[in-house]
């Protein structure tokens, strides 16, 4: 089993920045891909950008509407994956959760992650 805990949510006037951080303990090695994912109310589970690990490469992909303002990187040493989010605006509050699979390339749908963490609120004030 893999135990992923997010943190650094929050709440923030569009146009700030928040990082958001993904610590990853148990059978780690089993994974390929990290991943975040977004869920506002009333809304489907979304992709937001994803990141190889360890051997695997250090590609990294995104939802068009993120593409430019935000960044995902990943520290090996601490088996930790990092979201950062710039230029935040009202639509980008949700619900952001950490995911990890075992398959790369990174894959964008929710079933093709094993593992998911408990979730951080991100709020934009406009």
């Known amino acids: 089993q893999v135990q992923l805990v997010e943190s650094g949510g929050g709440l923030v006037q569009a146009g700030g920045s928040l990082r958001l951080s993904c610590d990853a303990s148990?059978?780690?090695?089993?994974?390929?891909?990290m991943g975040w994912f977004r869920q506002a109310p009333g809304k489907e589970r979304e992709f937001v950008a994803a990141?190889?690990?360890?051997?695997?490469?250090?590609?990294?992909y995104y939802t068009d509407s993120v593409k430019g303002r935000f960044l995902i990187s990943r520290d090996n040493a601490k088996n930790t994956v990092y979201l950062q989010m710039n230029s935040l605006n009202p639509e980008d509050t949700a619900v952001y959760y950490c995911?990890?699979?075992?398959?790369?390339?990174?894959?964008?749908?929710?079933?093709?992650?094993?593992?998911w963490g408990q979730g951080t609120q991100v709020t934009v004030s406009s």
């Open positions: 990141i190889g690990i360890t051997g695997y490469g250090r590609n990294t």
């Open positions: 148990g059978r780690t090695l089993s994974l390929r891909t």
């Open positions: 995911a990890g699979s075992s398959e790369y390339p990174p894959p964008a749908g929710t079933g093709k992650y094993n593992y």
